[in-house]
């Protein structure tokens, strides 16, 4: 093993956080090297250090690509597939690792992956947003119903021509979410949520489920009273 590859590695986990500047990095190598900038390049071309983007590094060993979104480009947090995949509510993980920011879009092509970030407005922005830990890592993710809303406004239905019903078959069968899993959506914050978007999309499907709620109560209702009737 190379002197460099040989160096205080797992001091440096201990001592930086698992993404990091550079500035933060030269002033620990500095402790070591009289020449910090030198000793980052080299760990990179070890592999030991991925430059995530100018000036941005993290760990190869351990990296945890959702949990570090937030880091290359904030303020952000994971959403759309990327967040629908996390909750189980589509079949598949998607490659790319998809997040909105309060701020100017950007996409990093980097050695862990592509990460891709779509500017929303604040008002929509602040909401929506829950905490998660993977491997002892807090990482920003949409909760269910805004990763849903997300993806269904970036898919850019002309959802004026189109009827509620035909919004949720498009949810069910062009984004492949799971029926099950939409049944336990709240209903209550996909119309909070809904109202905010441009897009028409969002308030359709609120509304499909909406409608559909109601209409599983009045069921539900009409179904204990002719119980209550036959007991009596």
């Known amino acids: 093993m190379s002197v460099l590859r040989n160096m205080h590695l797992d001091d ?36 030991d250090l991925v430059r995530l983007k100018r000036g941005v590094y993290g760990f190869r060993r351990g990296f945890e690509p959702l949990a570090a979104a937030a880091s290359i480009h904030g303020s952000s947090y994971v959403s759309f597939e990327t967040a629908l995949a996390y909750h189980g509510m589509i079949p598949e993980r998607t490659p790319t690792i998809m997040s909105v920011v309060d701020g100017r879009p950007a996409t990093f092509d980097t050695p862990m992956g592509r990460f891709e970030y779509y500017s929303q407005a604040r008002p929509l922005f602040a909401l929506g947003m829950d905490l998660v830990f993977l491997n002892d890592r807090s ?50 914050k996909l119309c909070r949520l809904a109202a905010l978007y441009r897009n028409w999309a969002p308030r359709h499907l609120a509304k499909a489920l909406r409608d559909k709620a109601l209409r599983d109560k009045a069921l539900r209702d009409k179904t204990t009273e002719r119980q209550d009737s036959v007991e009596a």
Do not use: I
């Not at 990482?139 to 509620?164: G, I, Q, S, V």
């Open 139 to 188: 990482c920003p993710m949409a909760n269910r119903e805004k990763a849903l809303l997300d993806t269904l406004a970036r898919a850019k239905l002309r959802a004026h021509t189109l009827e509620p019903q035909q919004v949720l078959a498009f949810v069910l069968d062009a984004l492949r979410v799971d029926k099950a899993a939409m049944e336990k959506l709240s209903v209550r």
């Open 12 to 47: 440096m986990r201990q001592n930086l956080p698992p993404e990091f500047s550079a500035d933060e990095a030269r002033q620990w190598l500095g402790t070591w090297y009289r020449a910090p900038l030198k000793a980052l390049v080299s760990l990179e071309q070890t592999g």
